[in-house]
Structure formats: C-alpha cells, structure tokens
C-alpha cells in the first residue's frame, strides 16, 4: 500500500513510482558497504594469519579476493549512480510538462510569479536524486553495522564508537537546527535581487534613456547588499560549524588509535585488530560526515520539493475542458466583477452585457475604466473574476483551450511576439499552414510589408518582435489574431499604433469579418473605429452605462455632452 506521504502530490506520488528503484539503490548499497569490510578483514588476515605463518600463497590468496572484493564493491557503486541517474533523468521527463504548465497558469494569476523558479527546482531535485547526497543517506544506516564488527574486535573501542557516533550526531543535528533557516533567508535575499535585476532588464530602453540606471542601481544595491550580508553570516555560521566538526572528527580518530593502542600495551588486542578498528571507526562516521555536507543540497532540494509541490497544487494537471460544437462567437456576460490583488475597489463591478454573434461591438471609455480587464475576462485569461462569461452559452472556463483557442482571436494593449520567424508568430507557433498565413497578413495589409524583409515571412523577428516598429508589431499582432478566421475578435487598441493606411486596413478587415459572420469586440479611443460598428457600449468606472445600436448610443451621448453639468456634477 502506498504510504500517506506518497499520495500528497502529484511529486510525492511520481517519486513512489521509482519505489523500485529506490530498492535496489538499496540493496546495490548494502553490498558496497559489507564489501566495505573488505580493507579492515584484509588487514587482519595480512596481520594475523600471514604474518604468523609467513606463506606467500595465502598472502596472494587473500589479495586475490581483496582485489575481486574491491571490483564487486566499485561496480555495486557505479550500479546505484547509474540507477539514481536514470531515476532523476526520469522524474524530470515524468514532471517537466506539469511544471511548465503550473508554472505558466501561477504567471497568468499572479504576475509577480518567478516563472525560472520552477524549472530550477525541478533541476534541483533531479541532482540532490543523481548526486552523492542521496547516497550518503543510504550509507548512513551501515554506521550501526561497522559499530557492531568494532565490538566484535573490542567492546571497548565499540563503546568509543557509538560515543563518537552520539557526538558527531548530535553536531549535525545542532548545526542544522542551527543553520536552516539562515541558508533558507540567505537564499530568499539572493533570489529577491535577482529578480529585481532580471525585471529592470526586460524594460531597459527607458531605463538608460532616461538616466535612470543610477537610482535603479542604488536600490539594487540595498538588495544585494542585504544578501550579501546574509549569506555571509550563514556561510560563517556554516564555516564555523564544518571547523568544529573536522576538529572533533579528527580528534576522535586520534583518540581511537591511542585508545587502541592502550589496549595492545594491555595486551587485550592484536596490532592488527588495533589498526583495523581505526580504519573500521573512520569508515562508520564517513556516512554521518557526508551527511553533514550534503545537508545544505539536502535543505535546498527539500525546500525546492515544498515549493514545486505546493505549485503543482495549486495548478494540478487540468482534465480537458468539455468538448463543444465549434462557437459561433455570442457571448453573454452576467453579474461579472473583477478584483486585482491589493486593490480594494473592484475594477468590473457587476456587469451584464450581450455580445450578439456576427456582429461589431465597439466599446469606448475613459482610461482605467475596465475596459481591457472585460476583454482578458471575455478571453478567459482573468484571474480574479466573479459572475460568468459565457460563449455560446457555455461558461468560458468549461471549454477546452486547445479547441477554444483557434476560435478566438485576441490582441493585447501589449503585442507581445515571440522569438521565432513572422510566419511562425501568425501562425500562433503551430504548425505553420503558408496560405493561411499570407490570408490573415493579406486582411491586415502587411503582405507586402513582409515581403520587403530580407526573408519576406521567414524573418526571424527576435524576442518580443525586436525588430519591428511598434505599428509593424501590432499589425502582426493583429494578423496572428485573425490566423484561421477565428469567431470571436477581442481586439484592444488595435488602432493605437496605427498610421492612417493601417488604420483604413484594420477598418477593412473588421467589416470583412462582420461579413464573414464573425464577432468582433473592438476597444478603442479613436472614433474613427465607430464607423465599423453594429452596437457601442460604453464604460465608466468598471460598469457598463450605456449599451445598444451604435447611433442610439451615439444620440444619447451627444446630449449628454449638451446637457449643461448639473450643479452635483464636479
Ligand atoms: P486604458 O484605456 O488606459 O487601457 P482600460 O479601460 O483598459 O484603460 P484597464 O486596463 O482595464 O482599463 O484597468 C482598469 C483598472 O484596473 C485600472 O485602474 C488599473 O489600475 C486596474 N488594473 C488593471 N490591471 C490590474 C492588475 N493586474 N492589478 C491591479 N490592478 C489592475
């Protein structure tokens, strides 16, 4: 039966898969450390029975299987590496694709999620698996049984032994009570300045063009200053631990060769057994002082194992969503708020609205009215959310991403492209289908754009489109939105970068859109983008107040704005 622990995770159950492997790391390691009694019998049969009888074939004999020991022994050792590599190359295939998406759904709800966090604790655990750190675990259990073959040569000396072994125990306990949490602190500062200077470097444009390097730089300072400090009084606290702890090995090898050697003048035991037990006691606390440097390894897998498992937590492998028929593109929006962590007020606040299918919804509003959360929670990409958006009548979580995704075409504000050729980037990274691609480039008027770049659609565009300007880039955002005429087009801003031709081209394109019976909503400022329009809502601090045919709304609007302020109005 599973133990509880192994059922916790979805990691705690991966690792009870390599139970079997476990087992033999075991069992390879119970044969390495018995052989490892070799030396100690080697050196009382050279002692005891060669020297007595002086016979050069016994001493060859006893070589032989000294040697033919020594070869069991290393290849027991090679095996258990072998298996712990293969184990942790296997945990890793077994876990990357879950942490890749965990990793991406913690980014979407929380922004301040460090996406590289995941990727190098998994990396962390796979080489605490396949490291030397593991192994002293299963060493440390045969410390018992070297102890015992001490008795066996003198009661004494194996009384000394498990006196040296309480101490040397009882260090590492204390050191790591001691150490934990300072090493967790330490790496805690040093991960927090990281991040701060990976974050400034992803918007240095403005950073050096405005001279801000400087201050930016002073607070990074602070930062890594109070890393710095940190790590050091933890490497200290470490470093002064190591030192006791090699004095008092060092002494208590010391004190067992004198204390042996007291008992050869008592004449209670042989030279032989004296050196054997010495050789016998350092082989016992090997395992205890490997344990000792693999602790910190040991603390940061653990805490790498916490972390990933409470991320796998919270974003577990999701079943495929429900299968559709393929959307026609209505949708309906009943009782939706949105929050933000941190903020009290909320952003969307109780809005109901239809969408119709087929048809050109544009939506206006003052700035930081709500208008770009309505359309990351139309897409389904809104964390915080309360009340229902739903596409055709199905609530827009219950559907699969990967069938739903085609369907749906979305620019951002923020086009964001990836590193890849401009085909690739229309082409949503799928496979790329050329004809398509050339149609959605085509509809947004950059067909012949692309074809004036050195490569025409097999352009490498660098990270974030690096080599377009800001209008290029949201035409190919704008394209990559219509790629295999989608239903649905939520569109922020399409126009915001746009010069006037792209302006008539995108205008183009969503009437022929219109035509084509998909559903457009259209976020905008720019009333050129009106004349595209069925219906116009429009959005005043995170609600809806008005809503309807476009000219309706345009008529009300117009005598708003002509009705003399009234006296509350500010
Ligand atoms: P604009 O026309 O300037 O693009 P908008 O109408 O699209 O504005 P939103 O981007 O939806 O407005 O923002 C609405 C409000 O929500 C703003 O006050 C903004 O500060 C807040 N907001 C947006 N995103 C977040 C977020 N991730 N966390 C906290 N608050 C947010």
Redo the contacts with the bound molecule.
Sequence with gaps: MKPDFFNRSALSRQLWEFRREFFWVGIFSMIANVLMLTPTIYMLQVYGRVMKSGSELTLLMVTFFLLLFYAAMAFAEWLRSRLLVRAGVRLDEALHSLVFTASFEAYLNT?RHNVTEAFSDLTNIRQFLTANGVIAFFDAPWTPVYIAVIFLLSPFLGWLSILFAVIQLGLTLLSNQLSLKEIQIAADAGSDSYRYVQSKLRNIEPVHAMGMVVNLRKHWFSLHDASLAKAEGSLDRQHRQQSITKFVRLSMQSLTLGAGALMVIEGKMSAGQMIAANVLMSRALQPLDLVVATWKPFVMARTAFVRLEKLLEAFPERAPGARHQDPFGEIRIEGLSAT????ETP?LDNITIMFPASKVTVIL??????????ARCIVGVWPGKKGAVLIDGEPVESWDRMELGPHIGYLP?DVELFDGTIAENIARFAEVDSQKVIEAAKRTGIHDLILRFPKGYNTEIGEAGGMLSGGQRQRLGLARAMYGNPALLVL??PNANLDEAGERSLLDAVSDLKKAGKTVIL?T?RPNALAAADLLAV?QKGKIVHCGPRDEVLAVLRSESARPPSSSST
Excluded at 340 to 343: I, N, P, S, T
Excluded at 365 to 374: C, V
């Design positions: 922004a933000a962590e941190g903020r952003i509003g003052p700035s930081g009215s709500g208008k770009s959360t309505l504000q922020d801003e976020i400022h959005m």
